[in-house]
Each structure stands twice: as structure tokens, then as C-alpha cells.
């Protein structure tokens, strides 16, 4: 089988032949459809982060495919399923994190395609606890960005509590941010949108945004507090400072949601302010198994819509170099079934 490997931090991804990965007791092996390109996957070949993956490892979290082969013990999957193994791969069960419905926080979980191999391959192992099945008529394409970048923003959505009627700024409208725009809307709230593109500022609107703002002409804070301030606001955008330029248009008891994440990762808070008008910082690191499966739902009834162009794998570093120049609508999916 074909596989997209890291051989070294901040090398190019080299197409290999490996063997098919035998699945052990627990595991299921995966035929992988469609496998998302999630900009997380670029920092982790970068080695951006202070916690590094070790190479040789297969990058993708956002992995979709058929149930081919089942491992010892595995009772509730069956051959021949659709599943899709997100960045949670496994977590201990057992945990106080675990037991409280937050598996995302277990310290002894392991990361697709960045603590074992992921989805940038024609095969792949997952645990079968945590692959996730997909519902019937969501396809492998629109499941893929759902199992990253839609379940990571429906999640820090619930995290900042979003209700109806608040305003919400979504800061970068890249994979995450199209998703995040429409599942703040569903949440009832008013969405203001931000990127740097005016493809993205566009897009946005199409997908129900209220209010854009344009970060590269537009005093993002300003415009926010204009519109009496967010109440919420996602930080998507992988630069520290439109994390800064978005705490700044919260109102007053505003939280900012911390998602992205720069490789110069360091944002410099105004105490006094964020003592002053009571607002709240907070980290949000993708959703748990119940999220996905109710992302899964709300678009298995129709009520989002993922915007992806799909490629061939072999087109890896090529498409890398097209999200990192913003040139990509929204998310990029390879298509495994043409066997390019
Ligand atoms: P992306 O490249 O698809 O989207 C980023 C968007 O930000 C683009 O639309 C870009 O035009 C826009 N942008 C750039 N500069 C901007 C600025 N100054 N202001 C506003 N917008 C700006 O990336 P993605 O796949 O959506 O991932 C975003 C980040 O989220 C990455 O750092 C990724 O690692 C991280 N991530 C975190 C989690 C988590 O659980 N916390 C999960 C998935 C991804
Ligand atoms: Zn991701
Ligand atoms: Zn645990």
C-alpha cells in the first residue's frame, strides 16, 4: 500500500510501498476513501510544536475509510463499515479525564498520525473504541474535514457557551473556520467572520456569516466592539497576533476560545483589561466521540456543508505549499479511491 511518510522534520512527505499494517488485538485496519490534509498535519511534519512526533511516521488525523479487517476482541465493528479515525486515536478509559466525559485531556492518549501512523496512506490501523462509525449518506469526502476540523469547532463552540443571540467572531475561515461559521449559526448566534483572503471573506458570507471583517484593511477589535463587542470568539487563524487582535473586540465578560496553534506560540494578554472587563481565556483541543457523532448527525441531516477541493495523494507537498500560501478554498481532501 501507498503511504505520504515524514522521513525528517521539515523535509518534504516522500510516497512509499509499505506492507498492509496487521491490526492488533482491539485494532481494525482501515481502507482509506478520503483522508483530510488539517493544518495540524503541516506542523507536525515541521516539527512546530515543543511535544515532536518521531519520524518516520504517516501524518493525517482527518482519515475515512472501509472496516477491512478485524483485529482480536473487536465485537461492535463489522467488515465492510464506513469509520473515520480522528486525532484522538486512543485514550486510557480509566482516567479522571476519562471517566468525566473529557477523554480530549487523558494523558496517556495517543495522536493519529503524529503518536502512530495516520491517514495519509491506502490503509490504516485504528482502534476500533475510537473510530468513529459514519452514518449512511455522509460520504467519505465531506466525513473527513467533519473528523477534525468539524468536530474541533463544534466543541469549542459548546466550551465558550455560545447561546442564541450573542455574537460570535470566528477568526479565520480556513478548514476549521467555514465549519466553525456554520455551527455558530446553528447555535442561534450572530457570526462575524475575519481572515486575510478575500476568497475566504466571500465564503464566509455564502455560508451565513453576518458580519466580515478584513484583518489585512480593518481594525478587527474595533470593528468587533462597533458591533458591541463578541461574546465569544475562535481563534483559527495560525498567528499569535490575530489572537490578539480578536481578544481585543470581546465585550465585556467575553471568552476567547484558543484553537490554533503557531509555532510561535506566545500571546501577550493586557491584564489590565482582561481583569477589568472580566474576560476569559480558554484552550480547546479537538471534541470527544460524542461530538463527532453528533457533527456526523447535524450533517447527515443536512444542516452543514463542507467545502473541499480532493486530490491525489502523490499531490502531498504540493498541497501542503498551497494552504501555507492561503491558496486552497477551504479544506483539501485526498481522494484515495482514484489510486493516484
Ligand atoms: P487553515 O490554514 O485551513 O486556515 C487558517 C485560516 O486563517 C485561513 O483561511 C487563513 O487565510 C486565515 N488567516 C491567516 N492569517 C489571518 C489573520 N491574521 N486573521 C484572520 N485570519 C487569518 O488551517 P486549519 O486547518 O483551519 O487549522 C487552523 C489551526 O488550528 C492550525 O494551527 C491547526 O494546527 C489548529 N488546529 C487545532 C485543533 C485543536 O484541537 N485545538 C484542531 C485542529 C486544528
Ligand atoms: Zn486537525
Ligand atoms: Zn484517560
Not at 498535519?41 to 512546530?48: F, P, Q, Y
Request: proline share 6%; hydrophobic share 45%; with cysteine.
Amino acid at each position: 500500500m501507498k503511504a505520504a511518510v515524514v522521513r525528517a522534520l521539515g523535509e518534504p512527505l516522500v510516497i512509499e510501498d509499505r506492507p498492509d499494517p496487521e491490526p492488533g488485538p482491539g485494532q481494525v485496519r482501515v481502507r482509506v476513501e478520503a483522508s483530510g490534509l488539517c493544518h495540524t498535519d503541516i506542523h507536525a511534519a515541521h516539527g512546530d510544536w515543543p511535544v515532536k512526533p518521531a519520524p518516520p511516521f504517516v501524518p493525517g488525523h482527518e482519515g475515512v475509510g472501509i472496516v477491512e479487517k478485524l483485529g482480536a476482541g473487536v465485537t461492535h465493528l463489522v467488515l465492510g463499515q464506513r469509520v473515520a479515525v480522528p486525532w484522538l486515536g486512543k485514550a486510557c478509559g480509566r482516567c479522571a479525564h476519562c471517566l468525566s466525559g473529557w477523554e480530549t485531556l487523558c494523558e496517556s492518549q495517543v495522536n493519529t498520525g503524529y503518536g502512530c501512523d495516520g491517514g495519509y496512506a491506502e490503509k490504516m490501523l485504528a482502534w476500533a473504541d475510537f473510530a468513529q462509525p459514519v452514518p449512511e449518506g455522509v460520504s467519505a469526502l465531506d466525513a473527513a474535514p467533519l473528523t477534525c476540523a468539524g468536530v474541533t469547532t463544534y466543541k469549542a463552540l459548546k466550551v465558550a457557551d455560545v447561546r442564541p443571540a450573542q455574537l460570535v467572531a470566528i477568526s479565520g475561515v480556513g478548514g476549521l473556520g467555514h465549519l466553525a461559521v456554520q455551527y455558530a449559526k446553528i447555535a442561534g448566534a450572530r457570526v462575524a467572520a475575519i481572515d486575510v483572503t478575500d476568497d475566504k471573506l466571500v465564503l464566509a458570507r455564502e455560508l451565513g456569516a453576518d458580519i466580515v471583517i478584513d484583518a489585512r484593511t480593518q481594525d478587527v477589535g474595533a470593528e468587533l466592539r462597533r458591533h458591541g463587542g463578541a461574546h465569544a470568539a475562535l481563534a483559527l487563524a495560525v498567528h499569535p497576533a490575530a489572537f490578539q487582535a480578536v481578544n481585543s473586540g470581546l465585550r465585556r465578560g467575553g471568552k476567547l476560545v484558543m484553537v490554533a496553534l503557531p509555532a510561535d506560540g506566545t500571546l501577550q494578554l493586557p491584564i489590565f483589561d482582561t481583569v477589568l472587563n472580566g474576560t476569559s481565556v480558554i484552550g480547546s483541543i479537538v471534541g470527544t466521540r460524542q461530538d463527532l457523532a453528533e457533527v456526523f448527525q447535524l450533517h447527515a441531516e443536512g444542516r452543514t456543508k463542507v467545502i473541499r477541493e480532493s486530490r491525489p495523494l502523490a499531490a502531498v507537498n504540493d498541497c501542503i505549499d498551497e494552504v501555507l500560501r492561503g491558496h486552497v478554498k477551504a479544506r483539501i481532501v485526498f481522494d484515495l479511491t482514484t489510486g493516484g
